[in-house]
């Protein structure tokens, strides 16, 4: 640890202890806790989290808030500087850190592909041993909203250790947007924030869907992809569907947003709720019904609701099958990918169909996937090889054959050849 005051800090030999841990309290004031390793709550953090509860977000960011708090106070700890006396030093070191750190392993299967691999199938690499650009990003955002609150409300600290993006413009960049216009960028990112990422929206091709679809085994999991590729649903959003709001006369089913918290009803296919009926045959007499009841079932006893673990392994376990490593997020990719290639649609319908605050989001899907570029341009090669085989046009009315072949030196030698 280096001495207050110095700028040099060994990072690669800093030892994080994993202490502390993020509570579920079962609160619906504060759903989530920060407590250190003797099991005491960390005040400032809880604070924060009710500042954040009461500004109306959500029980899962209050959740995502509190883990990326934990790297922040476990990395203070390491340092020996409390919360309050952090500085632009330790923002440095947090970032380089993050940068430099392997994720805590788990425990993996003996045949698990190696971590970055690629997969001959899809294409998409798994996750790295390393914390990804957008997890880093998000650390830094969070850290710098706790700091930010505790200024604002207290005084203190009297900087933030993380700046703001630098820039005249700063924050207040899209203060006053104009919705007809896309949201502009700072000009320069802010300090020790990693560059932002690409979006590359992974949609999955329709054969390769209809191999995992034929690889399910059971109604339910064919439902359970038909709503997904159909209606472009989070996968927690389909999986938190109530009985009461599957609604097949009108060909919508109900989903509860996870962002607004909004009910929306969406419109899905007729196979959707085709599937859905011989599920629902399938368990009759076997699962709770009610409108109040989840619509989604384990398949053994006793029942119980599908979480979203389960079902991930669900396609875990089709995926196995094809020797694949498609995600359900891929599904919400790829139906909007089909929304978008329809004609009839307008970019604004499947904004809205995808719940997206802004237009410049769903844009994203606009931009052609590598395979749909590779595809195009090798179907331009085919019709320029056709093109090239095809005989040369006549002369017009008034040219004499012998004479334009003269002309641009096309007419045969006395030897046979041109």
């Given at each position: 640890m280096a001495e207050r005051g110095t700028a040099v800090r060994d990072v690669a030999a800093l030892t994080v202890a994993r202490i502390g841990r993020v509570e579920e309290t079962g609160d619906r004031l504060l759903p989530f806790r920060l407590v250190d390793e003797h099991g005491d709550e960390e005040p400032?953090?809880?604070?924060?989290?009710?500042?954040?509860?009461a500004d109306d977000a959500s029980p899962a960011s209050l959740r995502s808030y509190a883990y990326e708090l934990?790297?922040?106070?476990?990395?203070?700890r390491a340092v020996g500087i409390p919360w309050f006396l952090a500085s632009r030093l330790e923002a440095r070191d947090f970032a380089l850190w993050l940068k430099m750190s392997k994720k805590p392993a788990r425990q993996r299967r003996a045949d698990a592909p190696a971590p970055g691999s690629v997969n001959p199938v899809t294409g998409k690499a798994t996750q790295g041993e390393n914390y990804?650009?957008?997890?880093?990003?998000?650390?830094?955002?969070?850290?710098?909203?706790?700091?930010?609150?505790?200024?604002?409300?207290?005084?203190?600290?009297?900087?933030?250790?993380?700046?703001?993006?630098?820039?005249?413009?700063?924050?207040?960049?899209?203060?006053?947007?104009?919705?007809?216009?896309?949201?502009?960028?700072?000009?320069?990112?802010?300090?020790?924030?990693?560059?932002?990422?690409?979006?590359?929206?992974?949609?999955i091709p329709d054969q390769a869907f209809n191999e995992l679809f034929a690889a399910l085994t059971c109604h339910r999991n064919r439902a359970l992809l038909a709503f997904y590729i159909s209606t472009g649903a989070r996968a927690s959003e389909l999986l938190g569907v109530r009985q009461g709001l599957v609604e097949p006369g009108e060909q919508v089913i109900g989903v509860v947003r996870k962002g607004s918290r909004a009910l929306q009803r969406l419109p899905a296919s007729a196979d959707a709720f085709v599937w859905l009926r011989l599920y629902q045959q399938e368990t009759l007499g076997l699962a709770p019904k009610g409108p109040d009841e989840p619509l989604w079932w384990t398949l053994r006893r006793p029942f119980r609701p599908l979480t979203y673990d389960a079902a991930r392994m669900v396609f875990t376990k089709a995926?196995?099958?094809?020797?694949?490593?498609?995600?359900?997020?891929?599904?919400?990719?790829?139906?909007?990918?089909?929304m978008v290639r329809d004609p009839d649609?307008?970019?604004?319908d499947v904004q809205w169909v995808l719940g997206h605050a802004h237009i410049t989001t769903t844009e994203i899907y606009t931009a052609p996937t590598p395979e749909e570029v590779i595809a195009n341009v090798l179907a331009h090669h085919e019709r320029q090889r056709a093109q090239r085989k095809r005989p040369p046009a006549p002369p017009a009315p008034g040219y004499r054959p012998e004479v334009l072949a003269t002309l641009f030196g096309t007419a045969p030698t006395e030897g046979g050849s041109r």
């Open positions: 400032a953090v809880t604070e924060f989290l009710r500042h954040m509860l934990l790297s922040w106070f476990r990395f203070l990804a650009a957008r997890t880093r990003r998000h650390a830094r955002a969070v850290v710098r909203s706790f700091y930010e609150y505790h200024r604002e409300a207290h005084g203190r600290p009297l900087v933030n250790p993380f700046p703001k993006t630098r820039g005249v413009e700063g924050e207040h960049l899209n203060a006053h947007h104009n919705p007809m216009r896309p949201f502009r960028r700072p000009s320069r990112r802010a300090s020790y924030q990693p560059k932002e990422p690409k979006p590359a929206p992974r949609s995926n196995a099958a094809l020797g694949a490593n498609w995600t359900l997020h891929d599904l919400r990719h790829s139906a909007a990918k089909r649609l307008t970019l604004a």
